[in-house]
């Protein structure tokens, strides 16, 4: 009965179902099952097969919005109120940077990333290089993360990890993604990873964290 | 052979004295002549003379009277931040969820806005080309002006929550596209390049597209073409060779693909269909004019037996993109 369950929920999130992922949620925990159990079974393995879905010419931002929608409200039906409670597999932080008021590439991220357990710190759009260097000093992220939707940020994101560096958080790797930046390579923006896709940001990230 | 006949030959199939050339270069007209961006925007003298300087600088085939992405949005009553050197951002959207769409102002491109200042450029900029170059005015398609209504989430988020309030939002952006378009052609502009990034597959699936979208660039592109426009150009960037089957039937007589479409599958997809594209833009700003120059001629030479092409970037020439670049592609056409 409970697999029959999660399997609803798998879809749910799947299909980016919002009502069906809460009402299936609070089913599972009815029946008696862990939220950690919800996560692993059913949250992660609907990023599984959102992930092998997810390939770069299938990748669909309404899809990926939906599913993305539809994870974060079971979430809060596991932590309500309490994002501090969410598991964590590390600390990332992400920003849009100043100049650039597009922050859906950002958001999108920020809910894989929240959705296969990694705490996520937002700088959010808009974001000056320092202000984003004094989080990272305070946070001590796995890595930074900067989408970029337009070209004239660039000259800002080739002093993050130049900057980070003298400040000794040289273990902290950045990485970046959005329509401008992947036109670039890494080693001309001077980060060390550009992600395609959320996903390749997400995998990516877990090489860093050995998930 | 001018410019405007080149692209008509172009456009046709027909033998040309060369390729035409179309550098999209809109914001960068105003870095070149030294002019804030933010005045280039704002007003439709500068941004007349700021094309034209670069028209007489690069010697391509088209000059453009856009502005960026929020002209539409602003005139309805979004509300925007304008800064140095930018194009200017939507700071506050004219429409959420639950309004009222009977409440939403549909603009007089003579009186809301930035309209007039763009209807003035154009005016400007037809004056002082008449039929020898070709004259670009510009419009949202109905997704992206959708989207710069209520923001592309919250867009998003609506067609699948209440889609027959999406539906008719869709429906009120067709009236100001076709409105604000008829109005530019009215001042003098060849046609309005219609401009619609985020009915991109990598936005919204292609079933979307053929189902909502299709039908409405088919009534917005019929309406441009009784109104004098000579042909419809539509311009969606990213990886769009899913949906470029469906030109023909919207009435697509210029299609534009980007960098991330293989010229082969445009040519397959569309074998009647004048093509223009593709080099990637940002090589604008990071290459060299020897790299422009290679791209180019690996271009010229993928179209060479068939016509039917402009050489161009695949999206808009970054503002601050380096000048000797876009001059390398320029003078590809002519090597």
């Given at each position: 009965?409970?697999?029959?369950?999660?399997?609803?929920?798998?879809?749910?999130?799947?299909?980016?179902?919002?009502?069906?992922?809460?009402?299936?949620?609070?089913?599972?925990?009815?029946?008696?099952?862990?939220?950690?159990?919800?996560?692993?079974?059913?949250?992660?393995?609907?990023?599984?097969?959102?992930?092998?879905?997810?390939?770069?010419?299938?990748?669909?931002?309404?899809?990926?919005?939906?599913?993305?929608?539809?994870?974060?409200?079971?979430?809060?039906?596991?932590?309500?109120?309490?994002?501090?409670?969410?598991?964590?597999?590390?600390?990332?932080?992400?920003?849009?940077?100043?100049?650039?008021?597009?922050?859906?590439?950002?958001?999108?991220?920020?809910?894989?990333?929240?959705?296969?357990?990694?705490?996520?710190?937002?700088?959010?759009?808009?974001?000056?290089?320092?202000?984003?260097?004094?989080?990272?000093?305070q946070e001590a992220p796995l890595a930074v993360g900067i989408s970029g939707l337009i070209t004239t940020v660039i000259p800002q994101i080739r002093q993050v990890r130049t900057k980070m560096h003298?400040?000794?958080?040289?273990?902290?790797?950045?990485?970046?993604?959005?329509?401008?930046?992947?036109?670039?390579?890494?080693?001309?923006?001077?980060?060390?990873?550009?992600?395609?896709?959320?996903?390749?940001?997400?995998?990516?990230?877990?090489?860093?964290?050995?998930? | 052979?001018?410019?405007?006949?080149?692209?008509?030959?172009?456009?046709?199939?027909?033998?040309?004295?060369?390729?035409?050339?179309?550098?999209?270069?809109?914001?960068?007209?105003?870095?070149?002549?030294?002019?804030?961006?933010?005045?280039?925007?704002?007003?439709?003298?500068?941004?007349?003379?700021?094309?034209?300087?670069?028209?007489?600088?690069?010697?391509?085939?088209?000059?453009?009277?856009?502005?960026?992405?929020?002209?539409?949005?602003?005139?309805?009553?979004?509300?925007?931040?304008?800064?140095?050197?930018?194009?200017?951002?939507?700071?506050?959207?004219?429409?959420?969820?639950?309004?009222?769409?009977?409440?939403?102002?549909?603009?007089?491109?003579?009186?809301?806005?930035?309209?007039?200042?763009?209807?003035?450029?154009?005016?400007?900029?037809?004056?002082?080309?008449?039929?020898?170059?070709?004259?670009?005015?510009?419009?949202?398609?109905?997704?992206?002006?959708?989207?710069?209504?209520?923001?592309?989430?919250?867009?998003?988020?609506?067609?699948?929550?209440?889609?027959?309030?999406?539906?008719?939002?869709?429906?009120?952006?067709?009236?100001?596209?076709?409105?604000?378009?008829?109005?530019?052609?009215?001042?003098?502009?060849?046609?309005?390049?219609?401009?619609?990034?985020?009915?991109?597959?990598?936005?919204?699936?292609?079933?979307?597209?053929?189902?909502?979208?299709?039908?409405?660039?088919?009534?917005?592109?019929?309406?441009?073409?009784?109104?004098?426009?000579?042909?419809?150009?539509?311009?969606?960037?990213?990886?769009?060779?899913?949906?470029?089957?469906?030109?023909?039937?919207?009435?697509?007589?210029?299609?534009?693909?980007?960098?991330?479409?293989?010229?082969?599958?445009?040519?397959?997809?569309?074998?009647?269909?004048?093509?223009?594209?593709?080099?990637?833009?940002?090589?604008?700003?990071?290459?060299?004019?020897?790299?422009?120059?290679?791209?180019?001629?690996?271009?010229?030479?993928?179209?060479?037996?068939?016509?039917?092409?402009?050489?161009?970037?695949?999206?808009?020439?970054?503002?601050?993109?380096?000048?000797?670049?876009?001059?390398?592609?320029?003078?590809?056409?002519?090597?």
């Amino acid at each position: 009965m409970h697999n029959a369950l999660m399997q609803k929920l798998v879809q749910a999130l799947i299909d980016g179902d919002q009502a069906m992922a809460v009402t299936q949620t609070h089913q599972l925990q009815a029946a008696g099952l862990a939220r950690e159990t919800i996560i692993t079974d059913g949250i992660e393995s609907a990023m599984t097969q959102l992930d092998a879905r997810c390939t770069v010419e299938q990748f669909n931002l309404l899809e990926i919005m939906l599913a993305g929608r539809a994870v974060m409200s079971a979430m809060k039906v596991l932590y309500p109120g309490d994002a501090a409670m969410f598991p964590s597999q590390g600390t990332i932080i992400l920003a849009s940077l100043e100049g650039d008021v597009h922050d859906l590439g950002k958001n999108i991220l920020k809910m894989v990333l929240t959705a296969k357990g990694y705490r996520v710190v937002d700088c959010g759009k808009d974001c000056p290089v320092d202000r984003l260097i004094a989080t990272a000093r305070q946070e001590a992220p796995l890595a930074v993360g900067i989408s970029g939707l337009i070209t004239t940020v660039i000259p800002q994101i080739r002093q993050v990890r130049t900057k980070m560096h003298a400040l000794g958080l040289t273990q902290i790797k950045v990485m970046a993604g959005g329509a401008a930046l992947k036109q670039a390579t890494a080693a001309s923006l001077q980060v060390d990873f550009i992600g395609e896709t959320a996903f390749d940001c997400l995998h990516y990230v877990e090489t860093l964290s050995g998930s | 052979m001018n410019s405007l006949k080149r692209i008509h030959a172009a456009l046709h199939f027909q033998p040309h004295d060369r390729v035409p050339v179309i550098a999209q270069v809109f914001g960068h007209a105003a870095m070149l002549a030294g002019v804030d961006l933010k005045t280039y925007v704002q007003d439709g003298a500068v941004l007349a003379a700021c094309q034209r300087d670069a028209l007489a600088y690069y010697d391509y085939d088209a000059v453009f009277a856009l502005m960026d992405t929020s002209v539409e949005t602003e005139a309805v009553g979004s509300v925007l931040d304008y800064r140095t050197n930018a194009y200017p951002t939507v700071q506050a959207y004219v429409f959420a969820k639950h309004d009222d769409l009977a409440q939403l102002h549909l603009p007089d491109p003579q009186c809301d806005g930035r309209m007039p200042e763009l209807l003035k450029a154009i005016r400007i900029l037809r004056h002082a080309v008449g039929n020898e170059v070709l004259v670009v005015g510009c419009v949202l398609g109905p997704m992206t002006l959708v989207c710069q209504l209520m923001g592309l989430q919250e867009a998003l988020y609506l067609a699948i929550d209440a889609p027959d309030q999406f539906i008719q939002l869709l429906d009120f952006a067709t009236r100001v596209i076709i409105r604000f378009g008829v109005a530019q052609l009215e001042a003098g502009a060849h046609l309005p390049i219609i401009f619609d990034p985020a009915s991109c597959p990598e936005v919204i699936p292609v079933a979307f597209f053929r189902e909502l979208i299709l039908p409405r660039l088919k009534t917005i592109c019929s309406t441009f073409t009784q109104a004098g426009a000579i042909c419809n150009w539509l311009h969606i960037a990213g990886r769009t060779t899913p949906i470029l089957p469906f030109y023909p039937e919207a009435g697509v007589a210029i299609a534009n693909f980007d960098f991330s479409v293989d010229p082969a599958s445009a040519m397959q997809a569309l074998p009647q269909t004048c093509l223009d594209g593709n080099l990637k833009p940002f090589a604008f700003v990071d290459a060299s004019p020897a790299f422009i120059a290679d791209e180019a001629q690996r271009l010229l030479q993928c179209f060479a037996q068939r016509g039917g092409f402009i050489l161009s970037s695949g999206c808009e020439i970054p503002p601050e993109a380096r000048p000797e670049n876009i001059t390398a592609l320029v003078q590809a056409v002519r090597s």
